[in-house]
């Protein structure tokens, strides 16, 4: 699927280039931008590239990956979305173009090659449907063939609501029998497939609007049977493809995922892993397909990459080229489809356009070095009591540097393409951080088990109090344990920004024991008031509390903001002794102004409405002035 979308963009150059990944050649379509390929080998050795072009198909000999030739364009109807399968010797392409005709289904006898004529209707024809949806099948969006059955699948139709369509291969592939479609009822308005892949009548259809995929038994064509429906990370599912009991699935959003299911049991589906192309790029992944282990797969304005999914709970991106250097990130343009299965081991790939704003499409035949990751993995543990920790952050410290966290049971898993020697990181708060060296070595397993030891805190602190009396403060607070302690700073804030010290309190027991502390802050001006504590240990080290408010009354001017929690808009609640010019204005918590001021003139009292749906969520102060007095309210913008 791709949206079509008139915007204002800022190039910018991708840095993504290439691993384990050989140019050979690139072939251009101008003034055609280029939708999905496929590949076609024959008996000869002959290998062709089947690319889905605007105006139909373009055939494409790669067998010299240096010098691709066109053989011969099969028009179509005018359209950017064009999916192409094969079977045995036959072609067959689905597009959401009409032309005003009724195209359906597009098939091709191959084995013509290379001297097929289009115009012959044993070589090349349109299928719009027969049996019970005679002649109604006008267009599709994409299609897979479940070669162990010998049955196509057609998706996003314009017949059933988009819901699959199956057709019987076994007895003339080049005319097809309708067979049925799949009349499950999937959750919620699900029944529109966008895609999907089908072996020996096990379907797992992406729904792409609804964010899941599903597994379906089709055997029985007449009553397919639903066994279970998964949601996948970006809640946009478009593309799906089956690796033994090893579901692979895509997501075509900015920011998406590749990410491996084990549905070995339709009851019990398990999320297993997923990656990125380029962390932190934002591109956007569209359709993958598995080798031997490995997922191929187009990522638009990062090209294509090439995962090791041996160890599909660790997945290890270990090649990739982009085939659209002149912009990255997110969004459409760039790399539409890959196809890896070519006997030479040559991947094909289509770019929608050469650069931005283009209209003119690219193919590029590329030969992988196909390499298998190194392998990084392994348990961390509390060193004192042997227990797992849950969000422990775990490094290797070599460029790229690689980042990954402890799951519930403790466990991280990690990799990278090249081996060698690294220095790996763990760290936890409130634990020491853990360093030491991992050899790592391309295909092979390295377990590194890890023992974090906690930090002892000297002072443990249980309760931190501030109220306010007149026009002082209270502070009141509380230890569970002490040891080292020299005593607590009290510090003083009006904005968050400044602290000023107003005393220091001694530790009591020799700063040995359990204890509870108080400390009276007065003659404190009308307003909002910040205190915390800085807790200083024996040998001079010391750590700071959270913060505590006291808003202190003011005799001329008082002050409520109703709701304290904001989402859109407040109120601010202003009331003064005397008629008199207020003026308010908001500041983030870190003291700096929004740019909110306001001047008004309240009789006695006022309720101004504070528009606040463009602030970014934090801590905010309303300071508001008149008669030579302050009152600061306080409120969270969510």
């Not at 392409?93 to 005709?101: F, L, N, P």
Request: overall charge negative; some cysteine.
């Amino acid at each position: 699927m791709r949206s079509i979308t008139l915007f204002l963009l800022l190039l910018s150059p991708n840095l993504f280039s290439q691993t384990n990944v050989t140019l050979r050649s690139t072939y251009s379509f101008p003034n055609k931008e280029l939708a999905n390929l496929w590949g076609y080998a024959d008996g000869a050795g002959n290998e062709y590239a089947l690319v889905g072009t605007q105006t139909g198909i373009s055939i494409i000999n790669v067998t010299n990956p240096d010098n691709p030739t066109l053989v011969v364009d099969v028009v179509g109807p005018t359209s950017d979305w064009r999916e192409i399968k094969t079977f045995g010797n036959f072609a067959y392409v689905v597009t959401e173009g009409s032309s005003g005709t009724n195209v359906g289904l597009t098939i091709i006898n191959l084995s013509f090659l290379p001297n097929l004529n289009v115009n012959d209707p044993n070589q090349v024809h349109a299928y719009q449907g027969d049996g019970a949806i005679l002649n109604q099948l006008s267009r599709s969006h994409a299609l897979h063939v479940d070669e162990t059955a010998g049955y196509l699948y057609l998706y996003g139709s314009n017949l059933y609501d988009g819901r699959p369509l199956m057709f019987n291969l076994n007895a003339d592939p080049y005319n097809p029998s309708y067979a049925g479609y799949v009349n499950t009822n999937f959750p919620g308005s699900g029944n529109y497939v966008h895609d999907g892949y089908v072996d020996n009548n096990m379907l797992y259809a992406g729904h792409i609007y609804n964010g899941f995929f599903s597994i379906v038994n089709t055997t029985n064509k007449a009553n397919p049977v639903l066994l279970a429906t998964q949601s996948t990370p970006n809640n946009f599912t478009h593309n799906t493809w089956l690796n033994g009991s090893i579901l692979f699935t895509t997501d075509e959003r900015n920011n998406s995922f590749l990410a491996a299911y084990d549905v070995s049991d339709p009851d019990d589906i398990r999320f297993l892993d997923k990656i990125q192309s380029n962390p932190g790029d934002g591109s956007i992944v569209h359709n993958t397909y598995i080798i031997n282990n490995y997922a191929v797969t187009s990522w638009y304005k990062d090209g294509f990459t090439v995962v090791d999914v041996s160890r599909p709970d660790n997945l290890v991106q270990v090649g990739n080229y982009d085939t659209y250097p002149a912009e990255g990130g997110g969004g459409y343009g760039g790399c539409w489809g890959v196809y890896p299965y070519l006997p030479s081991g040559n991947i094909i790939a289509s770019n929608i356009n050469d650069v931005p704003f283009s209209s003119t499409g690219k193919l590029f035949v590329l030969t992988p070095n196909y390499v298998r990751g190194c392998y990084l993995e392994g348990i961390v543990t509390d060193a004192v009591t042997g227990n797992p920790i849950n969000g422990a952050t775990v490094q290797i410290l070599s460029a790229p540097v690689q980042t990954e966290s402890s799951i519930s049971n403790g466990t991280y898993k990690m990799g990278r393409v090249d081996g060698g020697m690294f220095t790996v990181e763990a760290s936890k708060i409130n634990y020491q951080t853990y360093t030491t060296s991992a050899t790592l070595t391309n295909g092979i397993l390295t377990t590194l088990n890890i023992p974090l030891q906690p930090l002892v805190l000297p002072v443990e602190l249980t309760r931190f109090e501030a109220r306010p009396d007149g026009t002082s403060a209270l502070l009141d607070w509380a230890t569970a344990s002490e040891r080292d302690n020299a005593g607590f700073e009290i510090q003083h804030s009006t904005d968050g920004v400044s602290w000023e010290v107003e005393g220091f309190v001694n530790a009591r027991n020799d700063g040995k024991y359990p204890a509870r502390y108080g400390f009276e802050v007065k003659d404190l001006t009308p307003g909002v008031h910040l205190f915390r504590l800085r807790q200083v240990d024996t040998d001079g080290r010391s750590e700071l509390s959270n913060m505590e408010s006291v808003s202190i009354e003011g005799s001329k001017i008082h002050a409520q903001i109703v709701p304290t929690m904001v989402y859109d808009q407040c109120e601010l609640r202003i009331k003064t002794e005397i008629p008199a010019s207020v003026r308010v204005e908001i500041f983030r918590a870190d003291g700096q102004g929004t740019g909110l001021l306001w001047t008004l003139q309240v009789e006695n009292e006022h309720i101004l409405q504070l528009p606040v749906q463009h602030l970014p969520a934090g801590a905010y102060f309303a300071s508001i002035l008149a008669e030579g007095e302050r009152a600061v309210v306080a409120f969270s913008k969510g």
